[in-house]
C-alpha cells in the first residue's frame, strides 16, 4: 500500500511566530505599504529606490530570524514520513530551508536571490541591492531586481505544483488567508483531485469552508501536533 503524498502550503502565519510580519494582520506589512508602490512592476518602474529600500529592510531583517516549531515539524515530517512530502511556499523567507526542509518550491520566489533584468540571471543575495548593483553575469547596472513575484506576474513553478496538486492524498494549507490567487485555489484544485484537506491556522481564513478539517490556534503548537498525528503519534 502505497504511503499518503502530502502537499503542504505555507504562508505569512507560519514566519509570525519566529518574528517576521505577516501581510493582512493588525498592524501587517500591507497595512505599512501600497502594495502597488513596492510588490508591482509598476512600482518597481516609478520608484525602484522605494522597492529596494523595501526589500533591503526585510533582507537585513532576516538575517536575525530562526525557523520555529513548525518549520521544525513540517522538515520532521519529511524526513520521517514515507511517502512523498512537499511544501509549496508562498514565503520569500528562506525559514523552512533552515529548519532542513528539501522538497520545497518557492512559488513567490526567494527574498535571499536577485534577478538581473537585462540577462535574465539569478544569483544568491544576502546584501542590499539598488540602481547601482552590477549584475555579477553581465556586469550592467539598473537591472538587479529581488528575485521575488510582484502582483500582476506570474508565480513560479506552477506547473510542479499543478502536477503535485492532482497526485497528492492530503493537501494541509498553513497559515495563508487564503486571499491571493492562484495559492487560494489550490485546495480546491486538491479536493477535486479527491484529497483530504487540513487548514491550520490561527483563525479561520477567507477559503476555510473549501477545507475537509480545520485546526486554529498558532503554528508553533498545531503544526507539531498534526505532524505528531500524522506520523503516528498521539
Ligand atoms: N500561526 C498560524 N497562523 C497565523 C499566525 C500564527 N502565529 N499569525 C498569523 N496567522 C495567519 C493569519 O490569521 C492569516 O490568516 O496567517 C495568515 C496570514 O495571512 P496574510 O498576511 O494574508 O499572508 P499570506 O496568506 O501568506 O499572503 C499571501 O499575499 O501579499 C502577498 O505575496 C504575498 O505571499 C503573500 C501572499
Not at 114 to 133: K, N, P, R, V, Y
Request: glycine share 10%; charged share 20%.
Amino acid at each position: 500500500m502505497p504511503q499518503p503524498s502530502i502537499v503542504i502550503l505555507t504562508g505569512a502565519g507560519l514566519s509570525a511566530e519566529s518574528g517576521l510580519a505577516t501581510f493582512r494582520d493588525k498592524g501587517g506589512i500591507w497595512s505599512k505599504y501600497d502594495y502597488r508602490d513596492v510588490a508591482t512592476p509598476q512600482g518597481f518602474a516609478k520608484n525602484p529606490k522605494l522597492v529596494h529600500e523595501f526589500y533591503n529592510m526585510r533582507r537585513r531583517d532576516h538575517a536575525a530570524v530562526k525557523p520555529n516549531a513548525a518549520h521544525l515539524a513540517l522538515a520532521r515530517l519529511e524526513r520521517e514520513h514515507a511517502g512523498n512530502v512537499v511544501i509549496v511556499t508562498q514565503n520569500i523567507d528562506a525559514l523552512h530551508e533552515a529548519a532542513g526542509s528539501k522538497n520545497l518550491i518557492h512559488m513567490h520566489g526567494e527574498l535571499l536571490k536577485a534577478l538581473c533584468q537585462h540577462c535574465g540571471s539569478t544569483h544568491a543575495w544576502t546584501e542590499d541591492l539598488s540602481l547601482f548593483t552590477q549584475c555579477p553575469r553581465c556586469g550592467s547596472d539598473g537591472g538587479m531586481r529581488p528575485d521575488v513575484v510582484w502582483f500582476g506576474e506570474r508565480p513560479y513553478h506552477m506547473g510542479e505544483i499543478g502536477k503535485a496538486l492532482s497526485a497528492c492524498d492530503l493537501f494541509v494549507s498553513i497559515g495563508t488567508s487564503g486571499h491571493v490567487y492562484p495559492a487560494a485555489g489550490f485546495v480546491a484544485e486538491a479536493s477535486a483531485y479527491g484529497a483530504h484537506t487540513v487548514e491550520l491556522n490561527l483563525e479561520p481564513s477567507e477559503g476555510a469552508s473549501y477545507f475537509a478539517e480545520c485546526i486554529h490556534g498558532p503554528a508553533t503548537e498545531v503544526v507539531p501536533s498534526f505532524v505528531e498525528r500524522l506520523l503516528g503519534g498521539t
